[in-house]
Nanobody, 119 residues
């Protein structure tokens, strides 16, 4: 069973930057695909960015060139650097681990971290 603990986030004015980190325990995160999702009030959870086991990244169009996902398999961590933040980026952000080689059918979630961007 993989446990994910998020840190970071917070409040910032539009145009500012925040970062999120996610530390995994109970399993080798390097054997999983990583992802960051977000859920704004009244909206469904949305995939923001993902990173494969070999480091291939993808982003939703609305965050391209502003957000950067990365992973440090040696430290079992996943990161999301968020620059040029907009008010519409306000949401609870969740890290995820999925398609793990040791349990491919499971998806694991962090507890969520609030990101609030004010105008």
């Amino acid at each position: 069973q993989v446990q994910l603990v998020e840190s970071g986030g917070g409040s910032v004015q539009a145009g500012g930057s925040l970062s999120l980190s996610c530390t995994a325990s109970g399993g080798d995160f390097g054997r999983c695909e990583g992802g960051w999702y977000r859920q704004a009030p009244g909206k469904e959870r949305q995939l923001v960015s993902s990173i494969s086991r070999d480091g291939t990244t993808s982003y939703v169009d609305s965050v391209k060139a502003r957000f950067t996902i990365s992973r440090d398999n040696a430290k079992n961590t996943l990161h999301l650097q968020m620059n040029s933040l907009k008010t519409e980026d306000t949401a609870v952000y969740y890290c995820s681990a999925r398609a793990c080689l040791f349990r491919p059918w499971a998806t694991y979630w962090g507890q969520g971290a609030q990101v609030t961007v004010s105008s």
